[in-house]
């Protein structure tokens, strides 16, 4: 039997399958927009011709699949989203349009920010109020309301949010709307902000109750075909989605919910970053990289433990759009394989954010591209063989890739060997600015921690970053092209139950943290139930809350023990936490200061089954090297062993400068750098920092 993990990226496809005895399989596609089901079957077949067996076969002998997908991502971002209403209480319209103040550039006074989520020509005020105790200021206007429902079939509404003041307090008035649009626009998707997400400021509740509205007509037809095509296919056992808080979902659950495939696939590496600094030895801070053809993802794992953000932006950090769900803290840039070198208006060389994609590609890949990247690049420093490109399986043109960075070159006055190596060069400038913000703002340096890295793009610059950054040791997965895949092997059900209830360590308010408590775990006791049905038996709880002193104007989440959703009451251990973690972080703490509480959430994981990874490699006497040309900044063109990955037998020792060509990515060692292949089947490059 099998288990198959799946990355829908929006270059390519990947897919890692394990069998019983925990043997890895990589299969690699370009993505098909048009129709994803075409190029995850091709990944698939790729894998099922390495394990051996059919691709008929393969699916049906897997008892089950985790998909993860850019869709949703790339929905918010390019606003190709259902067109959707938002209901908000009346007096109130501006929510998304005042959005959360702040800039990252102080001395820009007009910073661009993004249009608000739903425009507001589709914002409608509906006649209702209630107070902040969760009493009835005024009455639902229901005619009013049915009034405009009718005024949104008139506009073709594809799916309406609804968004009231304090529903938190008191969801009535949401649920009694939601009644109402059934009757009167049967078969519109709609969401209730006090359902998806009962957090006590409106912006990020509103905002995210719009995303999830808009992305239900899109991401339930994209499931529902998925699951078609998988059945056609002969697939017959257990279909979970990767979610953004780092566990997976069924999918039923995630059609109901589809705001939690936003960031679904990279929020998968930093389990697989776990496993494999674990089956190391490793237990220090971890940053885990993923680098793909259009952006390169950092996130950070301390003590063990996965850092998560409610301040996920998209789109870009303060002007974009805010999920304002709690999600995998990750940092993303557009610096991937597929990044595009350019001239900006002052003459300067500039790489990313715009990407080249799938379609048409690098210049490199002959499907009609011709912008230079940051693959070409790779390609003209000799470092990807045309002929080897993921094990062979597909041909690039390196004069192709030559033509398209020309244009860049002369204009600089560099060679084209030159350019291509500042190229990369800039894309890893960018790369090592995204990880100092997610390590640095987090009391983390760099140099204490252990760098995973993945991607197909990743193993071009990663180690030449790595010593940039003085990082203790490099670890590169044998599935290193496919690591936000490879997550989804390590990956259990999780979802998070929130809830907001306002109070001060100065006078507490007991009876209300008690009672918010109680609701978050019957909600837990709910889901857990449904999942013993389906004969999942292991359950974790863990309890969070969003923190601040008095008169602080942000909150900072911290975990508390579990024994708080039973008592709510240990002051001095919250308090204890919470001093010791500002500490940390900002450098101070005020253990004079009075801590308010805002928001609590409940987190629950249902354990999956995981393999137990093994990797045999080849006897000694097999390894297949070669040499070439390959150009190093600071070297020029010099000879380069070239290692086949498959033939490397474990425990062997890599000297730069050299190429490690394994099937899905490319390890490109600098001068001067040594590594191995470790007993476990990853190569290991330490810099003794």
Request: proline residues 4%.
């Amino acid at each position: 039997m099998y288990r198959i993990s799946v990355d829908t990226g929006g270059t390519f496809t990947d897919v890692v399958v394990t069998d019983d005895k925990g043997r890895l399989f990589i299969g690699k596609a370009l993505t098909t927009p048009e129709r994803s089901f075409s190029g995850l079957s091709a990944a698939i077949a790729n894998a099922a011709d390495q394990i051996g067996i059919t691709f008929e076969t393969l699916m049906a002998e897997t008892r089950l699949l985790v998909y993860g997908t850019t869709r949703a991502t790339n929905a918010i971002i390019e606003r190709k989203t259902a067109k959707t209403a938002l209901l908000v209480t009346k007096g109130f319209p501006d929510t998304l349009i005042y959005r959360n103040g702040g800039k990252l550039n102080s001395s820009q006074i007009n910073a661009a920010v993004s249009p608000p989520f739903v425009p507001r020509h589709l914002t409608f005020e509906i006649p209702e109020r209630i107070n902040a105790e969760g009493g009835i200021e005024r009455a639902l206007d229901v005619e009013a309301t049915r009034s405009i429902l009718e005024e949104l079939k008139k506009r073709d509404i594809e799916a309406v949010a609804v968004s009231f003041l304090w529903s938190i307090a008191n969801s009535a008035h949401e649920r009694e709307v939601g009644q109402l649009i059934e009757a009167t626009l049967p078969g519109i998707p709609y969401t209730l902000s006090s359902e998806l997400n009962p957090v006590i400021r409106e912006y990020p509740r509103t905002s995210s109750t719009a995303i999830d509205a808009s992305l239900k007509p899109l991401m339930q037809t994209h499931l529902s075909a998925i699951r078609s095509d998988m059945n056609a296919a002969g697939f017959r056992g257990e279909l979970l989605v990767s979610a953004s808080s780092g566990g997976v979902m069924h999918i039923e659950d995630m059609a109901r919910k589809p705001i939690y495939m936003a960031k679904s696939g990279p929020a998968m590496a930093p389990l697989a970053g776990i496993a494999y600094t674990q089956s190391e030895g490793l237990k220090d801070d971890i940053i885990i990289v993923d680098t793909g053809g259009t952006t390169f993802d950092v996130s950070l794992i301390r003590a063990g433990t996965v850092k998560y953000s409610r301040d996920t932006w998209i789109n870009g950090q303060l002007s974009g759009t805010l999920l304002g769900i709690a999600t995998v803290d990750i940092r993303s840039v557009g610096a991937g394989g597929g990044s595009i070198a350019w001239i900006d208006s002052g003459g300067l060389l500039r790489v990313g954010p715009r990407s080249a994609g799938s379609v048409p590609g690098p210049a490199c890949y002959g499907k009609g591209g011709t912008f230079p990247t940051v693959t070409d690049s790779a390609v003209a420093l000799g470092y990807i063989d045309p002929d080897r490109f993921l094990g062979g399986r597909m041909k690039l043109d390196k004069s192709a890739a030559v033509a398209a960075i020309t244009p860049i070159a002369r204009s600089i006055g560099k060679s084209v060997e030159e350019t291509a190596a500042a190229i990369l060069k800039l894309a890893s400038e960018t790369m090592i600015k995204a990880i100092e913000d997610i390590t640095i703002n987090d009391g983390v340096h760099p140099a204490d921690s252990v760098l995973v890295a993945g991607g197909g793009a990743a193993g071009l610059n990663i180690l030449s970053i790595a010593k940039s950054l003085n990082s203790k040791s490099v670890i590169i997965p044998k599935t290193a092209g496919a690591i936000s895949a490879s997550g989804g092997q390590f990956s259990d059900v999780a979802i998070d139950f929130s809830g907001s209830c306002f109070t001060s360590t100065l006078q507490y308010e007991k009876e209300k943290v008690q009672a918010l408590l109680k609701d978050l775990s019957v909600r837990a006791d709910d889901f857990e139930g449904d999942l013993k049905r389906r004969g999942i038996t292991n359950f974790t709880r863990r309890i969070y809350v969003q923190a601040r002193y008095e008169r602080q104007q942000f909150e900072m989440e911290i975990e508390l023990p579990i024994e708080w959703i039973d008592a709510g009451e240990d002051l001095s251990v919250l308090r204890e936490i919470y001093d010791s973690q500002c500490k940390r972080l900002y450098g101070f703490s005020r253990a004079d200061a009075p801590i308010e509480t805002i928001t609590w959430r409940l987190r629950v994981v249902a354990d999956l089954p995981q393999p137990e990874l093994t990797w045999a490699g080849p006897k000694e006497g097999s390894m297949d090297i070669r040499t070439t040309k390959a150009y190093f900044d600071g070297h020029g063109l010099i000879d380069t062993c070239v290692y086949n990955g498959t033939t490397i037998p474990l425990e062997t020792v890599i000297e730069g400068p050299a190429i490690i060509e394994e099937p899905t990515t490319t390890v490109v060692v600098d001068p001067g750098i040594t590594g191995k292949l470790s007993a476990n089947g990853n190569y290991i490059f330490s810099f003794g920092a």
